[in-house]
């Protein structure tokens, strides 16, 4: 079956360090790849996609590229802010009719001043 | 205008008790999910419907049963609650095979 594999936090950063939250996985086919952000609190948030090999899925200065040959979609920021401290899971959806969706355990990021 | 809301937000009871939980979008979506996310924060997925019809049933105890009146909303009820149950349930929407929107969640403590 798929399956996700994220690296286990926490994660702490100093504000303005570079990030890297590794994932990778397993599946059958063709998956379309997600990145969720879940603040304190809240609901999971859409952070980024891809949903072939070699696309860049990008949004508030994060980025992960698909990468079939590694069967990785590695979670990169340049400059973290504590606004970004939250806890991030790596997904995949399968290409059948509904887009079920399976996690990764999740990585906790907290940034401090 | 939230996009997928459900009510209640937390919801404590007591073992051996019935609940309901309550899921809409209005994306116009024509698929909704459920999915549970316990106290380490892994979340899995429980339940999909297609326009009203099941189609993801998951390994969850048939005291679950989701029940969808329309496809906007989709409902989750729970017979005799076990302490096992406690977790934060998480409602999202798609369209077809697009990304998931998830809702802010319902805690669940059971007593």
């Known amino acids: 079956g798929n399956s996700v594999t994220q690296m286990e936090g926490p994660v702490t950063l100093s504000e303005e360090a570079f990030l890297t939250i590794n994932c990778t996985y397993t599946?059958?086919?063709?998956?379309?790849l997600f990145w969720y952000v879940q603040y304190p609190g809240e609901g999971l948030q859409l952070l980024l996609k891809?949903?072939?090999?070699?696309d860049k899925g990008s949004n508030k200065g994060f980025e992960a590229t698909y990468r079939k040959e590694t069967t990785s979609f590695h979670l990169e920021k340049g400059s973290v802010q504590v606004s970004d401290s939250a806890v991030y899971f790596c997904?995949?959806?399968?290409?059948?009719?509904?887009?079920?969706?399976?996690f990764g355990t999740g990585t906790r990021l907290q940034v401090t001043l | 205008d939230t996009a997928v809301s459900q009510t209640p937000k937390y919801l404590v009871t007591q073992m051996g008790n019935d609940k309901s939980i309550k899921c809409e979008q209005n994306?116009?979506?024509?698929?909704m999910y459920w999915y549970k996310q316990d106290s380490k924060k892994f979340l899995k997925i429980m339940f999909s419907?297609?326009?009203?019809?099941?189609?993801i049933n998951e390994t969850v105890p048939n005291r679950f049963s989701p029940k969808s009146p329309d496809k906007a909303h989709l409902n989750l009820h729970i017979n005799s609650l076990e302490l096992g149950d406690s977790a934060v349930y998480f409602c999202?929407?798609?369209?077809?095979?697009?990304?998931?929107?998830f809702g802010p969640g319902t805690r669940l403590t059971v007593t």
């Open positions: 891809a949903t072939k090999a070699d």
């Open positions: 419907y297609n326009n009203k019809e099941l189609i």
């Open positions: 997904a995949l959806s399968d290409t059948g009719t509904a887009s079920k969706l399976t």
């Open positions: 994306l116009g979506h024509d698929t």
């Open positions: 999202a929407s798609s369209q077809e095979l697009s990304e998931q929107y």
């Open positions: 599946a059958t086919g063709y998956p379309s």
